[in-house]
């Protein structure tokens, strides 16, 4: 009997973006993911029935140890309920090497909020980070495990995701944060959530202004992603039609996500990607607003968004920082325990939080 040849990949590497792949990146993905169904590929119904059949393994980076994690239930509204937040406290040698304490013993703390597409992800998608950040900073990290569609459509994930903010805010003195040293974040998902969090503190006078958002390939703008089929060749982001059948989040995979986050009434889904809300790129202003650090995959049906909220933010006078990680596909954040551009995204966000918290 001869050799038994390897099986074929399920999601091998499509001929349109092989080649502008990091080679360190397709290696990765080819042996990681390219072999796995991904959700999007069956119905919710199966996806739900066994989530950790169609979940990619996370070649996420190290897990520093902490000085303490604490759970807090926080209720919710509309509909009522609760979520979890997950808090993280720097070590004490952290916190002395930081610098960042003030004199009566507050940190800066960041509000972190997973990237799912609004459907999947939880406290675990982002506590690798989560913990780096924690220990390099040493600042405070609470981490929003926000309610999830289909269960709890838009905009549930979001206005949890504000009351989660504005409860920071509020236990401040408890928690021993900062309030002039709050900043916002999220992958994907949760770079959308963090992107309309900036806009709603920024008009929100009984909040203090944020210190930054740090939108990691974010959506920003939910109106042109069809129900079924390609998008128009008209559409204004080139990365929809030429990264199209793009590694881990391809097009038909933001056609699964919108489906289940924005519905398939197609008279009100237009008038949902309408509202800033959904889109934060049509936001009336985009003036006063939260310096931002913005990243983006270059191999990304999301790529063109986060290049233009760059330019939009960048236009109305609002700091924004944007860095274009080549070669790179939808979730290499959560790579860095192997990607070497994944472990230079974690140092830049660690480096964009040090300078948004430094004391003067």
């Avoid at 940190?107 to 675990?124: C, E, T």
């Avoid at 060749?233 to 990264?243: A, G, L």
């Avoid at 009100?268 to 310096?291: C, Y």
Wanted: proline share 8%.
């Amino acid at each position: 009997m001869g050799e038994q040849e390897d099986p074929p990949l399920i999601n091998a590497l499509h001929p349109s973006v092989a080649d502008r792949l990091d080679p360190q990146f397709a290696e990765i993905y080819t042996k990681y993911q390219a072999p796995r169904i991904r959700a999007d590929q069956v119905t919710y119904e199966e996806y739900n029935a066994d989530r950790s059949k169609y979940t990619f393994p996370i070649a996420s980076g190290p897990y520093p140890e902490v000085g303490c994690i604490k759970f807090f239930q926080v209720p919710v509204s509309t509909p009522a309920g609760e979520i979890t937040i997950q808090f993280f406290a720097p070590t004490e040698d952290a916190i002395s090497k930081g610098g960042l304490r003030t004199e009566d013993g507050k940190l800066p703390a960041h509000v972190n909020y997973h990237g799912g597409g609004f459907v999947i992800g939880n406290l675990k998608s982002d506590e690798s980070w989560c913990r780096q950040v924690c220990q390099a900073v040493g600042c405070l990290v609470i981490n929003v495990d926000y309610r999830l569609a289909p269960e709890y459509p838009h905009p549930v994930p979001l206005t949890d995701s504000w009351t989660a903010l504005r409860w920071v805010f509020e236990h401040a003195n408890d928690l021993r944060v900062d309030t002039s040293r709050v900043s916002v974040g999220g992958l994907s998902a949760g770079g959308q959530i963090a992107a309309v969090l900036a806009l709603l503190a920024r008009d929100e006078p009984t909040l203090p202004k944020l210190a930054l958002q740090i939108l990691v390939v974010p959506v920003v703008d939910t109106r042109f992603i069809p129900l079924e089929g390609s998008c128009d060749p008209s559409v204004p982001y080139e990365s929809y039609i030429k990264n199209e059948f793009a590694p881990c989040l391809p097009l038909n995979r933001l056609r699964w996500f919108y489906k289940l986050w924005l519905g398939t009434d197609m008279e009100a889904r237009k008038k949902i990607t309408e509202d800033f809300r959904a889109s934060p790129i049509l936001a009336k202003s985009h003036s006063g607003l939260a310096p931002a650090s913005i990243h983006v995959a270059g191999v990304d049906t999301l790529t063109s968004e986060g290049i233009a909220y760059h330019q939009v933010l960048t236009n109305a006078g609002t700091p924004s920082t944007l860095k274009i990680y080549e070669g790179c596909g939808h979730p290499f954040g959560h790579w860095d325990g192997q990607l070497d551009k994944a472990k230079e995204y974690v140092q830049d966000t660690i480096a964009a939080l040090q300078k948004a918290y430094k004391l003067d």
